[in-house]
């Protein structure tokens, strides 16, 4: 990150920066909100329990360490934790011992699981589509989420003081 002579972090955004922060403040509110809604209603998971749920789907042999789980999601270890304990206790995921160091425990995801996922899919699918992709039309979709992606990555010399 490059220096700055500290006027510029103070100086007010611009209009069109104002407006556009502001815009994108709400939906990371309000999107999220939406999304979870829709995908309680269709199927009784929360966009965290689906986040894990698509990845073990997606992991070899539908199973992640669940350190690598906890930081895809960028989440902590005791948080991703529970989340997988609550989708064990309805049978949507098993935790089993890490066979290569017996100390780690991985996420698998059951075949009850993956039936869900198989539910929920389209049907978060037709809610990305109507809250989200809808509003997208006409702007190029690769610019945005490169820029995303770009604001969305941690910097971890930013967040030192």
């Known amino acids: 990150m490059g220096q700055s002579n500290g006027t510029e972090a103070v100086r007010p955004l ?3 920066e104002e407006r556009a922060w502001r815009a994108l403040a709400r939906a990371l509110v309000v999107v999220p909100r939406v999304l979870e809604a829709d995908l309680h209603a269709a199927c009784g998971v929360t966009m965290t329990e689906y986040f894990v749920l698509v990845n073990l ?6 199973r992640l360490r669940m350190s690598e789980l ?4 960028a989440m902590s ?3 991703i934790s529970r989340v997988v304990d609550a989708l064990a206790r309805r049978g949507l995921v098993e935790r089993a011992r890490c066979p ?3 100390r780690g425990f991985l996420a698998v995801l059951t075949d009850a ?3 869900l996922l198989e539910v929920a899919y ?6 990305v589509r109507a809250h989200v992709m809808r509003h997208l039309q006409g702007l190029d979709l690769e610019q945005f989420a490169q820029a995303v992606g770009r604001f969305a990555r941690f910097d971890e010399d930013a967040a030192r003081p």
């Open 14 to 16: 611009r209009g069109e």
């Open 57 to 62: 789907s997606e992991a070899p042999e539908r």
């Open 70 to 73: 906890a930081d895809r999601g």
């Open 77 to 79: 270890l005791s948080a």
């Open 100 to 102: 290569s160091d017996g």
């Open 113 to 115: 699981g993956l039936t």
């Open 122 to 127: 389209p049907a978060h699918l037709r809610s």
